[in-house]
């Protein structure tokens, strides 16, 4: 029987859980909710387990960061006994449905959950072609998340990404596709292909990936071979106006991606649009 209990308990008692792969943003949805727990205070408590002399968050780091926000002494939590699997598997299905997960959160979550999973006992697939288990967990992890077993399973490739093109994915400067691709690369390779990235302004397309991880399996893929490939002109390019991140990041607030940001600017530049034609009216 799982022991559990319902507890009031001071924010700062619990502490996040080992390598949370979701990000806590600060932006206008958490914004909202500070506000909502104002006026309604935490209407749904969060799940925490036992360790040592605090508590481990399993759900709830969004509510905990607002709670904290407003200063309350306490939340409730139902603070339940489970096993590291357990808790790790609760902890991903508790915030998959969240909407705007960035790649990087869903990637890092998908593989947590499927190592949870095969510490369990479950078989998985993610490797071997020539065998076809009877029981697979990234496709039941796909059925749980309304993706595909293969969409599961590209997504886990990502974690392979050198933390500075995976940020690049984050941003939206790398599709999802050719990412997955650069994933083959080597580390080496691709701080190679980041560094080329950034003093070309160039961000290699899919075709242009596979190019890259093909040569990578032949052990040819040579610093040259990586600037000519990156440098060539793509079909149907269009002429873009790129700015920096780094040089808007002070602009806004500190975990806003660079799509945020790209949308937060369009609606800046509309409303002086539209202000500038009452004017002229």
Same mark, same amino acid.
């Given at each position: 029987m799982v022991k559990e209990f319902i507890?009031?308990?001071p924010p700062d008692k619990l502490t996040p859980f080992a390598k949370h792969p979701y990000q806590v943003r600060e932006d206008a949805a958490m914004d909202e909710l500070v506000e909502?727990?104002?006026?309604?205070?935490?209407?749904?408590?969060l799940l925490a387990r036992p360790k040592g002399e605090s508590y481990e968050l399993v759900s709830g780091h969004r509510r905990r960061l607002a709670a904290q926000k407003l200063?309350?002494?306490?939340?409730?939590?139902?603070?339940?006994?489970?096993?590291?699997?357990?808790?790790?598997?609760?902890m991903v299905d508790s915030n998959l449905q969240r909407e705007n997960l960035l790649p990087s959160e869903k990637a890092f979550a998908y593989k947590m959950k499927l190592e949870a999973m095969n510490?369990?006992?479950r078989r998985t697939d993610l490797t071997s072609t020539t065998v076809?288990?009877?029981?697979?967990?990234?496709?039941?992890?796909?059925k749980e998340s309304g993706e595909s077993r293969e969409t599961v399973r590209r997504y886990i490739r990502l974690?392979?990404?050198?933390?500075?093109?995976?940020?690049?994915?984050?941003?939206?400067?790398?599709?999802?596709?050719? +990412?997955?691709?650069?994933?083959?690369?080597t580390?080496?390779?691709? +701080?190679?292909l980041w560094d080329l990235i950034g003093r070309e302004d160039a961000t290699p397309s899919l075709s242009q990936a596979l190019r890259m991880k093909?040569?990578?399996r032949e052990a040819k893929l040579t610093p040259e071979v990586l600037y000519a490939i990156l440098t060539e002109e793509k079909p149907n390019q269009k002429e873009q106006i790129r700015i920096k991140t780094e040089s808007l990041r002070k602009y806004f607030p500190r975990n806003y991606s660079a799509q945020q940001m790209e949308r937060e600017i369009i609606k800046l530049l509309e409303a002086r649009y539209r202000a500038k034609n009452r004017g002229e009216r």
């Open positions: 507890s009031q308990l909502s727990i104002r006026v309604h205070g935490v209407l749904s408590p200063g309350l002494p306490t939340v409730p939590v139902l603070v339940r006994e489970m096993t590291d699997d357990e808790a790790v598997i609760l510490r369990q006992g076809v288990p009877k029981f697979r967990s990234n496709e039941v992890i796909g974690t392979n990404l050198v933390p500075p093109l995976l940020q690049m994915v984050d941003d939206g400067r790398i599709a999802f596709s050719p +990412a997955v691709e650069l994933s083959y690369l580390r080496d390779e691709q +701080a190679e093909q040569l990578s």
